[in-house]
């Protein structure tokens, strides 16, 4: 399953826009939504943006996620995770 973060949209040209997720950013096709701006929250999916956000749902749905890894951490920290070698596990959070 892929979880998709809201992401900001920091540069638009010719050849899609480029998006900030978590301090990441990465290249997205603006196929589906060709008005994209530089400012607009989005979601994408398979490196396209699919949803234009309003900043107050992207903020929800980024504290939601954000709040579902620091929970799944601590289980895992709980239960001291390791991975199949016998060492730490090597899940990062974003």
């Known amino acids: ?3 998709a973060f809201p ?3 920091v540069a638009v040209d010719s050849f899609g826009a ?3 997720t978590e301090g ?3 290249r997205a096709s603006t196929l589906f939504l060709p008005d994209i701006a530089v400012g ?3 979601t994408v999916a398979a490196g396209t943006i699919v949803e234009r956000l309003e900043p107050e749902h992207a903020a929800e749905i ?3 996620l ?3 890894i620091a929970l799944e951490m601590g289980d895992r920290s ?3 995770a390791t991975d199949q070698a016998g060492g730490a596990s090597d899940v990062q959070s974003f």
């Open 40 to 42: 607009d929250w989005v």
């Open 78 to 80: 709980a239960a001291g």
């Open 62 to 64: 980024q504290a939601a």
């Open 7 to 9: 992401g900001l949209v």
């Open 1 to 3: 399953m892929c979880i």
């Open 24 to 26: 990441r950013r990465r």
């Open 66 to 68: 954000r709040t579902a």
């Open 18 to 20: 480029v998006v900030e």
